[in-house]
C-alpha cells in the first residue's frame, strides 16, 4: 500500500486547512473500507505523536486530546481517500502530518507499530 499525503501549508493561528492522504494499492484479500487510518504529526524536538483515526465501517473516530473540538477526521472509501479536517489551528499543531494504514482494522490506533504502512507526511506551519 502507498500513501500519498497532501494538504499542508503556511497558514496563520485560527486559520484552517484540509489534509488528504490517498491509498493506492492493497494486500490481496484487503479493501480499503476496512483499513484503520490514522494520522500522526512529528514536531521538531519531539516525539511523534498520534492525532486521530478513523477504522472501517461504521467508521468509528478517535483524537487525541490536542485535537478535539478542532480537527475532524473522515473518509471516503470509494476514493481510498482519508482526511483530516484541522480548524482553529494554533502554532503549537505545527509538524509534519503523516497518514498510516493498518490493514487489519482491528488495531491500537494510537499506537505506532498497529500500521503497517506509513506516507511521506506533509508540513503544516501555523504562524502566530
Known amino acids: 500500500v502507498q500513501l500519498q499525503a497532501s494538504g499542508g501549508g503556511l497558514v496563520q493561528a485560527g486559520d484552517s486547512l484540509r489534509l488528504s492522504c490517498v491509498a493506492s494499492?492493497?494486500?490481496?484479500?484487503?479493501?480499503?473500507?476496512?483499513?484503520?487510518m490514522g494520522w500522526f504529526r512529528h514536531a521538531p524536538g519531539k516525539e511523534r505523536e498520534f492525532v486521530a483515526a478513523?477504522?472501517?465501517?461504521?467508521?468509528?473516530?478517535y483524537y487525541a486530546d490536542s485535537a478535539k473540538g478542532r480537527f475532524t477526521v473522515s473518509r471516503d472509501n470509494a476514493k481510498n481517500t482519508v482526511y483530516l479536517q484541522m480548524s482553529n489551528l494554533k502554532p503549537e499543531d505545527t509538524a509534519d502530518y503523516y497518514c498510516?494504514?493498518?490493514?487489519?482494522?482491528?488495531?491500537?490506533?494510537?499506537?505506532?507499530?498497529?500500521?503497517?504502512?506509513w506516507g511521506q507526511g506533509t508540513l503544516v506551519t501555523v504562524s502566530s
Open positions: 498510516a494504514v493498518d490493514e487489519s482494522g482491528v488495531g491500537s490506533y494510537s499506537f505506532d507499530p498497529s500500521y503497517d504502512y
Open positions: 478513523i477504522r472501517g465501517s461504521p467508521g468509528t473516530t
Open positions: 494499492g492493497r494486500t490481496p484479500g484487503r479493501t480499503f473500507s476496512k483499513y484503520l
